[in-house]
């Protein structure tokens, strides 16, 4: 490429390089650069690359090209068909049919079945895979009691009644049920190869088969996976790059430097330092994440199942000096919903709708520290926050554990860990404080408050509400906007302003540096994520 010199010399040489390292293996990928190819920095690697299994940030990276879900939305809330041709659903919206397209095919060249799809619903739900996401089956009929082990999948409501028919039968009424498709768990898995979550097969080119633009075609761990064209995909004529290398990096510096050498193309989610550095350059693409950065309670340890305390603790954090010191790419939060997710009716932004649920009050904190017997700290237990060993994470567990010492007398014992690391310690429930980051899956405020019902499995801390719960289900249920705004917003205030069971601490811009001579990036509306799919290289590159 003109600008930024592509992949090509210096990056065969790094990673060279890395293969003469100890520990490190070279399988001898070429990163021949004939043809369109471009390279993306992302965060080291996390988790697994099956749609039913642990999945966390290499997913994100890997599906948003490789696979198709049925359909998803566009900026504009329109429908973009892509595994699915077209849809029904019946006058309760509680049986949704799917008719798949007969021309799609996995990237070897066999038809993509609705059984297919299936699979991945089936494996999601026993809960030896560790999806995160399974929970979000639970509006299918049966789905719930499936994975508690308290039916037979027999009795689960998904019906293929051929190949390219796809019925999914709800328990109830679900008003965002399409918003859903957009999830891991609704995603197909071809039922020739993907077998147990961890039988390695999702990392496996010759077995982990794409439905969308692109396929795997190398995977080396803790340094870079490989996507090619996939030369079966029903769009094929639409997509323009021969190839995306995505290569892992430990901090958001290596990042950036990588970028300045040219060694990568995109570089993503670095510190707020870069917006002044690349201050005016078309290199700098900077976008409203639609996340908040937040801390989980454990409520199962004491004191901290005590809402006085939970509400002192995040009374007593000045979030607008945490975000003078943490960095210019975040805004103090106050809710669990995203800053930056908008309502589909209004156009407006959820959290504006109505009164911040919570004020920064350090007197009326030490008053309720009080209250729970502890007085200016005294007696109040030596807890630990668990954070991973990211820069931006490392100053906010900096900022905060001076706040809390400051203003409440209170000792917090900081845990740097590696993470994949801090993804297993939040997932087994073993910590004290535990940072937690959510960007939107899907475009409803449902994909934030879902998460703390009581049977959800990204429910961490212990939550069990049964007052919330069934605000959020009478919310799925009602079909009336209007309605349905008010009790999300009254889910929201029960749960961040009168039980505070987390601490949100700021929202986010996504901070990127883009090779200018790329073309036809796009943000995924969901969640303000970029989307190479329909990425090209201007000719004159």
């Known amino acids: 490429m003109k600008k930024r010199r592509l992949t090509g010399i210096v990056l065969i040489a790094a990673l060279v390089c890395m293969a003469a390292m100890p520990g490190c293996v070279y399988t001898g990928y070429s990163f021949d650069t004939g043809g369109k190819t471009i390279t993306v920095a992302i965060n080291s690697e996390t988790g697994g690359l099956d749609p039913a299994g642990n999945i966390a940030l290499t997913y994100l990276a890997y599906s948003v090209s490789a696979l198709d879900e049925l359909l998803t939305f566009d900026e504009d809330g329109e429908i973009q068909y892509r595994a699915a041709e077209s849809y029904e659903v019946n006058e309760d919206l509680t049986a949704w049919t799917f008719h798949l397209r007969e021309d799609a095919l996995w990237s070897d060249g066999s038809p993509v079945t609705s059984a297919d799809f299936l699979n991945t619903v089936t494996r ?108 079966y995909y029903w769009d094929r004529d639409s997509v323009s790059l021969d190839r995306i290398i995505y290569r892992f990096f430990d901090d958001t510096q290596s990042m950036a430097n990588a970028y300045e050498t040219g060694e990568v193309d995109v570089a993503t989610s670095l510190s707020s330092n870069i917006m002044e550095l690349y201050e005016g350059k078309q290199d700098l693409v900077v976008t409203d994440l639609i996340a908040t950065r937040y801390i989980y309670f454990n409520l199962n340890v004491e004191p901290l199942d005590d809402a006085r305390v939970r509400e002192a603790v995040n009374l007593a954090i000045d979030r607008e000096d945490l975000c003078r010191i943490v960095g210019a790419d975040t805004e103090p939060a106050y809710n669990l919903v995203a800053k930056y997710m908008k309502d589909k009716e209004t156009g407006e932004y959820f959290v504006e709708q109505e009164e911040q649920p919570f004020e920064e009050d350090a007197e009326r904190a030490r008053m309720l520290l009080a209250e729970a017997g502890y007085p200016d700290g005294e007696g109040f237990p030596e807890l630990t926050y668990s954070y991973p060993t990211l820069e931006m994470d490392s100053d906010t567990a900096q900022v905060i554990q001076e706040q809390l010492r400051e203003n409440l007398n209170i000792r917090i014992n900081l845990e740097a860990q590696e993470l994949q690391t801090n993804y297993s310690t939040r997932r087994s429930g073993s910590f004290d404080l535990c940072r937690m980051n959510w960007t939107a899956d899907f475009a409803d405020p449902y994909t934030y408050l879902s998460m703390l019902l009581s049977n959800s499995t990204y429910n961490c801390s212990g939550i069990h509400n049964e007052a919330y719960d069934a605000i959020v289900a009478r919310s799925s249920l009602e079909t009336d906007p209007a309605k349905r705004l008010s009790l999300l917003h009254e889910a929201e205030q029960l749960a961040v302003g009168k039980e505070f069971y987390i601490i949100p601490l700021y929202s986010m811009k996504s901070v990127n540096l883009v090779n200018p001579d790329i073309t036809g990036i796009r943000r995924i509306p969901a969640s303000g994520a970029l989307e190479y799919r329909y990425a090209d290289i201007c000719p004159d590159s």
């Open 124 to 231: 999601a739900l026993d809960p030896a895979s560790g999806s995160g996401y399974a929970n979000y089956l639970f509006v299918i009929e049966q789905a719930e009691e499936i994975y508690n082990q308290e039916a037979d999948m027999s009795t689960l409501g998904v019906e293929t009644p051929d190949e390219h028919t796809l019925v999914f039968r709800l328990r109830e009424t679900c008003v965002y049920f399409l918003d859903l498709l957009r999830l891991p768990v609704f995603t197909p898995s071809c039922e020739t190869y993907a077998d147990s979550a961890g039988s390695g097969w999702d990392k496996n080119p010759d077995t982990s088969l794409s439905n969308g633009p692109f396929r795997l075609a190398e995977y080396v761990p803790d340094q870079y996976f490989v996507l090619e064209k996939n030369e």
